[in-house]
């Protein structure tokens, strides 16, 4: 028994020492152990509002050049992540370069310096059990990566690598102009992207929208070189203004301690180098923008009718989150209801309405109505209906019962919401830290009402003016005057009539619109816990 024994001891101490060999050959932060410096790290956040499921451990903190980084500890966890979001979007593509943010997003796995091989990050996550993503918006850019947590030291410092020194080789440029090409060719026959780039394009003469969101080989590659205008300068020169530290923001999971985290990231994304404070000019871009009216017209597209407002973001208004009453009251399917008051009269028989972010403090809300008969014949009534409805909602203030059910319908799905993996909430933090208004402690519940603040709807109803939206409606059999190139949408642009904006200005709300019942069956009385659970099963 006694040799058994000295026997089983040896073994487990060899498996040990060649588990903790594999582990420092994988996951090694000691390139230049002296460069980290744990108090220079500032620490934001320790104590994140989370479900009760939720058993990660949380800390924020920010490195010495102003990269802000969430960690999540689970020792558990059979998957690491990681996920870098950038405050640049296609709104910041260069005015002649239609497309530019998601080149450089295209080119970033494209090798750096310390990686020079094409895909290098994709390939070492591919073959160590991960996944990897990325994707371009109007405001951000974002990259995510999963890979067993054996190999995550390396995986942060591939990634570290894309903000450091990245490649911008000109022959592959030119390569990955045809990889978006096909992207662009992929998304051509998507009627969501085609509505969407219509919105972008027929704004984008005001200077605060793009051109043209996904670029293709023409406008990256073809026209640059017609006029010797160089892609890879351009290219350099946008990663130079916007990749800066203080516009990265990174949340890392895996099942090491935060403390061990925390050197990983320091040792890698601390790497970056601070160029200092970044200008940002956050500011409503429909603020003095006219009342445009377009006209278009998509075979693929139903009859819709699609007001368009600026509102500030969910990050901003993140207490009360007045949208998602606004929402709820609004798609009620009662009877004097806005949506019954619509179909009622043969204008419209849905309403749907879809916030989708521009920027840190400002989210474009898209009201649609799907038109009836009368409708398209005279879609300014429904607009007008609209208005209406959006004055009682204004002149009646929020309802209490109403504003209650959405509230305690929140916290309970949140507080007994099931835990995240690791890429879900690598992705959630690293989106949400990009609001620099929003208190740390609810990255994880930004969306989630907390409490009645009169001033965000104050705020909001204040933005759902009538000066200041746009519309767009689709109407066939006419002929219009300008064309969307790249989807080939045709479309005319006006402006609303001055009679029609002072109408809308002094409209006189209904004398009823009914409010969603109060739900019975919301209950904030009665906790759940697992012992109550374990009990019933």
Same mark, same amino acid.
């Given at each position: ?85 950038? #405050? ?80 911008? #080789? ?368």
């Amino acid at each position: 028994m006694r040799l058994s024994s000295l026997l089983l001891l040896s073994l487990a101490l060899i498996i040990q020492y060649i588990k903790s060999n594999e582990l420092r050959d994988s996951n090694n932060a000691a390139d230049d152990p002296k460069s980290y410096d744990p108090s220079k790290i500032e620490l934001v956040e320790e104590n994140l509002e989370k479900s009760v499921l939720d058993d990660y451990q949380y800390r924020v903190i920010k490195l010495p050049n102003g990269v802000e980084v969430a960690l999540a500890s689970d020792p558990n966890a059979l998957i690491s992540s990681v996920t870098a979001a950038v #405050r640049v979007g296609n709104k910041n593509d260069p005015k002649d370069f239609p497309g530019m943010a998601h080149l450089c997003e295209h080119l970033l796995f494209m090798g750096t310096k310390k990686y020079p091989k094409e895909n290098e990050h994709v390939a070492y996550a591919m073959e160590r059990g991960g996944n990897f993503n990325a994707f371009t918006a109007l405001g951000r850019t974002v990259y995510m990566s999963e890979i067993h947590p054996k190999y995550q030291y390396q995986q942060l410092d591939r990634l570290a690598q894309f903000f450091i020194e990245p490649l911008f #080789r000109e022959e592959i440029i030119e390569l990955e102009t045809h990889s978006i090409n096909s992207e662009f060719e992929m998304y051509f026959t998507q009627t969501l992207k085609a509505r969407f780039q219509l919105f972008n394009h027929a704004l984008s003469h005001t200077g605060k929208f793009p051109v043209f969101t996904t670029g293709n080989r023409q406008t990256l590659f073809s026209e640059p070189r017609a006029r010797n205008a160089s892609t890879k300068q351009a290219l350099q020169d946008f990663f130079n203004k916007h990749y800066v530290s203080r516009n990265i923001k990174v949340a890392v999971c895996g099942n090491e301690s935060l403390d061990v985290l925390q050197e990983w990231v320091a040792t890698t994304f601390g790497r970056i180098p601070d160029r200092g404070p970044t200008d940002i000019q956050d500011t409503d871009p429909f603020a003095d923008m006219p009342s445009y009216h377009f006209t278009y017209y998509n075979p693929f597209v139903s009859n819709l009718l699609t007001l368009a407002f600026m509102v500030p973001s969910m990050g901003v208004h993140y207490k009360s989150t007045p949208m998602h009453y606004l929402d709820y009251v609004f798609s009620y399917l009662g009877s004097d209801a806005p949506l019954y008051r619509l179909a009622i009269r043969d204008l419209a028989s849905d309403i749907d309405i879809i916030v989708v972010p521009y920027s840190d403090n400002y989210d474009i809300v898209l009201v649609s109505f799907d038109l009836l008969d009368y409708g398209r014949a005279m879609p300014v009534e429904v607009i007008i209906e609209f208005f209406r409805c959006l004055q009682f909602f204004k002149e009646y203030g929020v309802n209490k019962d109403v504003f209650e059910d959405i509230m305690n319908a929140q916290r309970g799905q949140f507080k007994y919401s099931p835990k995240k993996s690791p890429p879900g909430v690598t992705e959630a933090l690293a989106l949400n830290l990009l609001h620099e208004n929003l208190p740390r402690k609810h990255l994880l519940n930004k969306q989630i009402i907390k409490e009645y603040d009169e001033d965000e709807f104050n705020e909001l109803f204040s933005a759902l003016q009538p000066d200041k939206f746009v519309s767009f409606i689709n109407l066939p059999g006419k002929t219009y005057n300008l064309t969307e190139p790249y989807y080939n949408v045709t479309y005319q642009r006006a402006l609303h009539k001055e009679t029609l904006i002072e109408l809308l200005k002094r409209v006189k709300a209904p004398t009823k619109v009914q409010f969603p019942p109060k739900n019975i069956y919301i209950t904030i009385n009665s906790p759940i816990t697992m012992e109550k659970l374990n009990s019933v099963s």
